[in-house]
């Protein structure tokens, strides 16, 4: 905000307050239009407008009401960059002390930082939330959308812990769907509401489920394709207002081809569930559960990212979908992660050479850099894939990473509920 903004502020409280004949200056901002209130408030950093709640109960009522204009506001005004958040796995002996270990990374936030280590910035819980009072099990992070992060106990087992970090909104929800499995948290932009997708696995088939948040309803969809499908761990690439995964499933089924049905969309508008196929590469056919292990999709400029690592060869392609309606797909990376070169782990990779999709994992796609992580070493490395460089992340920790505990994170001020 610029002087002439404070200069021209402080004229209106003064026209105002001459109006009124109120000399008493706590009573100026009551007198302000809400509009004007809330574009001020909009300006203050995340824990500063928090506090303003508790101002006195005009205001609070003001900003618990408008939080939609406000979120709007915050976050597309003022473009919030995401971030990688991390938690510490190797903690979980002083789980019941300190609870949860999450550590969010901002390299924009951090450039006047010289010492590398304080990139990474914990992220508070309060104590008295659920989540930190079962001291029990720990809870696992499943995903993270729109700012708010979603926990379990154990994948399978039916009781959740749905947070938002930024406002210590929490929820816990208690699933009556056995066995289930959960496919997604995502935030509808139909209804502005928070749901989450679940699986009712019996034997061999699936029936799908959505759970709406805000009102508590629980209702089956229907899949418009035969195939059934479990997701992989992580959050599903969110592309033209649907949710795509790469389908996880044992090709038990002979008469539906793999690359055919590699993709489950589901799309959020009509609340269904279909399949695309995805890019083959070198025009081989996928036949085995372990070629889509080293598959993941990704967000790259808006437009849905299918990678593919070429298992043992450790060559990596990654196609964008040019044309969503048409499906049309264009190969625009070739990575060769053994090039030492460029990659600093080339040299072990080439030691290794398991057959094996889990010794490195590619995560997200951040403002041109993909996100890649080595399992045995416990490291991140940002990959910049136009001018081909490599930065490795320093952690807060040594060894601290988990398999689903990583994802991509941005400050929010939704409302769960």
């Not at 208690?174 to 502005?192: D, E, G, I, S």
């Not at 089956?220 to 992580?234: C, D, P, Q, R, V």
């Not at 649907?242 to 508008?269: Q, S, Y």
Request: with cysteine; proline share 4%; glycine share 2%.
């Amino acid at each position: 905000m610029t002087p002439d903004f404070f200069t021209r502020l402080g004229s209106l409280l003064e026209t105002i307050c001459k109006a009124s004949n109120v000399d008493d200056a706590d009573h100026t901002f009551e007198r302000l239009p809400d509009c004007l209130v809330i574009d001020i408030l909009s300006r203050l950093p995340s824990h500063s407008f928090l506090r303003c709640r508790w101002v006195c109960r005009h205001w609070r009522t003001l900003l618990v009401s408008s939080q939609d204009s406000f979120t709007n506001i915050h976050d597309l005004s003022r473009h919030t960059r995401p971030m990688f958040l991390i938690r510490d796995d190797f903690a979980k002996h002083d789980f019941a002390k300190h609870g949860q270990d999450l550590f969010v990374y901002d390299e924009n936030e951090n450039k006047k930082i010289k010492k590398k280590k304080l990139a990474f910035e914990k992220l508070h819980l309060k104590p008295e939330l659920m989540i930190n009072k079962n001291s029990k099990e720990e809870p696992n992070l499943l995903y993270s959308c729109e700012g708010v992060l979603m926990f379990a106990s154990s994948r399978w087992k039916s009781t959740y812990y749905i947070v938002n970090p930024i406002t210590q909104e929490e929820l816990t929800l208690r699933c009556t769907l056995h066995p289930n499995f959960v496919c997604a948290l995502y935030f509808c932009p139909y209804t502005r509401q928070f749901r989450i997708l679940f699986a009712k696995v019996q034997g061999t088939s699936c029936t799908y489920f959505i759970h709406i948040l805000k009102t508590w309803k629980c209702k089956e969809i229907h899949s418009s394709t035969s195939f059934n499908f479990l997701s992989k761990n992580g959050n599903p690439a969110v592309v033209n207002g649907a949710l795509h995964w790469i389908t996880f499933h044992d090709l038990k089924r002979k008469d539906i081809a793999p690359c055919e049905n590699g993709i489950m969309v589901f799309r959020m508008d009509k609340e269904e569930l279909i399949t695309m196929p995805h890019p083959v590469s070198n025009h081989n056919v996928c036949n085995s559960k372990q070629a889509h292990l080293a598959m993941t999709l990704m967000v790259k400029d808006d437009r849905l990212c299918f990678c593919n690592m070429l298992i043992p060869w450790y060559i990596v392609d990654m196609w964008l979908l040019e044309d969503y309606e048409t499906r049309s797909w264009i190969k625009r990376y070739k990575i060769n992660l053994l090039n030492e070169r460029i990659f600093p782990f080339g040299k072990r990779l080439s030691e290794i050479r398991i057959r094996c999709a889990w010794d490195l994992k590619f995560l997200y796609i951040q403002e041109g850099e993909l996100l890649i992580r080595l399992y045995d070493d416990y490291e991140l490395y940002l990959y910049n894939l136009d001018r081909r460089t490599v930065k490795k992340l320093e952690l807060p920790r040594r060894k601290m990473l988990s398999y689903t505990d990583c994802k991509l994170y941005h400050k929010s001020f939704l409302a769960i509920v």
